[in-house]
């Protein structure tokens, strides 16, 4: 079986994406507008997506959720992202959040923590980033200190998807300071009433505003030794095993919001006259619009391949999965900006929504990872 038989989707997944698009179209869409401008958690949009099974779609049956695989879980982000990115970011975070428990949490942490997110009472966040350890995530300074059979927590989290509004959030911390770097970190799950724990204020973002990004902040922590996730030791190695899977999502937003950008461009051309005539029929804006879709469908390709790999844990998936990010997010910068251009003064109001299509498609070049970090992985995959 060739590798586009394994991630060519299926008659389900083609469903699937006409209910996700139906609901984004009706319950999200027409508030994205507003969730941007007021800088506003979409909790209409979680309600929807909540209702409709979409916002942690990847949570296995067993603990109580819709089991999507990898391609069905991107198919969501993406249909939702083509409406309001903000909104995206709920089932694409909970993937974050709780993917290290499904690769390394043993069976009672899984069945505690993917439970609640899988029928929508709680939501999941990662922390990984701090101030002074963005991409040299080996250099954390935040520490889990032994107590009996507890951990104590002390430090901060840097620019966390989703903070304040998550109920549990999957933290590394350095658990042995003299051990050797990066196999001296554990992962921990944090809740979001545990004593000590706090939020700090929301980040004044370029976009997405409508998913609050905020720092989180430990003042000795109390955590039970019974929310260690996977082996002590292993939380760098977790980290890493998961942005090589979630990064597979981001390139999916990073499609959605590029479609959403394509698709107002394409009827706006259209309709708005100049010289006499539709400015579609004008060949250098047609050539613009051929690029920008030629780029999309192999964005899109390049991520569905990523998410295959992804399914099965191919030993390429840290390639892909880096690949498939980086250009995805690369080509939605360039698409969203052509469409600007493409309204012309519209464009560049908030009349129209392609402005805040092209500020929210910038963070896909940046979060999990900055596209100068992706061509690194890519690069030491291809060197090995």
């Known amino acids: 079986m060739s590798d586009f038989d394994l991630y060519r989707p299926t008659e389900e ?7 996700v698009r139906a609901v984004a179209e009706d319950k999200i869409a027409p508030h994205a507008a507003e969730v ?9 949009a979680y309600d929807a997506l909540r209702a409709g099974d979409f916002h942690a779609p990847h949570i296995p049956e067993a603990y109580g959720g819709a089991g999507a695989d990898a391609l069905a879980t991107c198919i969501v982000i993406e249909e939702v992202a083509r409406s309001c990115a903000s909104s995206s970011l709920i089932p694409a975070v909970n993937k974050l959040g709780t993917m290290p428990l499904v690769l390394a949490g043993s069976e009672e942490v899984k069945r505690r923590y993917l439970a609640p997110v899988a029928s929508g009472e709680a939501m999941f966040s990662y922390g990984l980033s701090e101030r002074e350890a ?6 954390m300074r935040t520490r889990a200190t032994a107590d009996g059979h507890d951990w104590i927590l002390s430090g901060q989290k840097s620019w966390i998807t989703n903070a304040g509004v ?11 300071p003299d051990g050797p770097r ?11 009433d545990d004593e000590g724990f706090s939020v700090g204020e929301p980040e004044k973002k370029l976009g997405i505003k409508g998913s609050p990004t905020r720092e989180l902040l430990f003042d000795n922590v109390r955590i039970p030794g019974d929310r260690l996730v996977g082996n002590l030791g292993d939380g760098l190695r977790i980290a890493l095993r998961t942005l090589d899977h979630t990064r597979v999502t981001i390139g999916a937003q990073a499609v959605g919001i590029a479609q959403g950008a394509l698709d107002y461009a394409l009827g706006y051309v259209k309709e708005r006259r100049q010289f006499g005539k539709a400015i579609a029929e004008f060949q250098g804006l047609q050539f613009m619009l051929a690029d920008m879709g030629m780029k999309l469908e192999a964005a899109r390709q390049m991520v569905y391949v990523a998410a295959a790999k992804s399914e099965r844990g191919d030993d390429d ?3 892909f999965g880096a690949a498939a990010k980086c250009y995805a997010s690369d080509v939605a910068m360039e698409i969203t900006t052509d ?9 560049y109001t908030r009349d129209y929504p392609v402005e805040r299509m092209m500020r929210d498609a910038k963070i896909t070049q940046i979060y999990e990872g900055t596209n100068q970090i992706q061509r690194m992985v890519m690069a030491r995959q291809m060197l090995k």
């Open 182 to 192: 990066g196999r001296n970190i554990s992962a921990f799950v944090v809740h979001a």
């Open 13 to 19: 997944h083609d469903a699937l994406r006409e209910a």
């Open 339 to 347: 469409a600007v251009q493409l309204l012309g003064g519209n464009g």
């Open 317 to 319: 998936l840290s390639f």
């Open 36 to 44: 941007d401008a007021a800088a506003e958690f979409p909790q209409a």
């Open 166 to 176: 998550s109920d549990y959030y999957t933290v590394m911390a350095v658990t042995d």
């Open 134 to 139: 963005g991409s040299d995530t080996a250099n």
